[in-house]
């Protein structure tokens, strides 16, 4: 994920590495170059917001296609999530 304001979190660190790949991806995917330092913060929020919308498309995709083939996933049991008012 970005470095800079950091609001959201994974519920499960463990799959950082798999989140960035997957933004890499789903930039590719879209043609958008993405700097080679991996900073993002140049690009405007419009190329930004594309990827991360995609990417929750395709994750819902996947979801979709998961319970139409009969094989839900597990729901994760989630025990501490932050919420801020």
């Given at each position: 994920?970005?470095?800079?304001?950091k609001r959201n979190?994974?519920?499960?660190?463990?799959?950082?590495?798999?989140?960035?790949?997957?933004?890499?991806?789903?930039?590719?995917?879209?043609?958008?170059?993405?700097?080679?330092?991996?900073?993002?913060?140049?690009?405007?929020?419009?190329?930004?917001?594309?990827?991360?919308?995609?990417m929750v498309r395709?994750?819902?995709?996947?979801?979709?296609?998961?319970?139409?083939?009969?094989?839900?996933?597990?729901?994760?049991?989630?025990?501490?999530?932050?919420?801020?008012?």
């Amino acid at each position: 994920m970005a470095l800079g304001q950091k609001r959201n979190t994974l519920l499960f660190p463990q799959a950082n590495t798999a989140m960035e790949q997957f933004k890499w991806e789903t930039a590719q995917e879209l043609g958008i170059q993405v700097p080679q330092s991996g900073y993002m913060g140049d690009l405007p929020s419009r190329v930004n917001g594309a990827i991360g919308g995609n990417m929750v498309r395709k994750m819902i995709a996947a979801y979709e296609q998961s319970l139409a083939s009969g094989t839900k996933p597990p729901t994760p049991q989630v025990t501490n999530i932050k919420t801020t008012p």
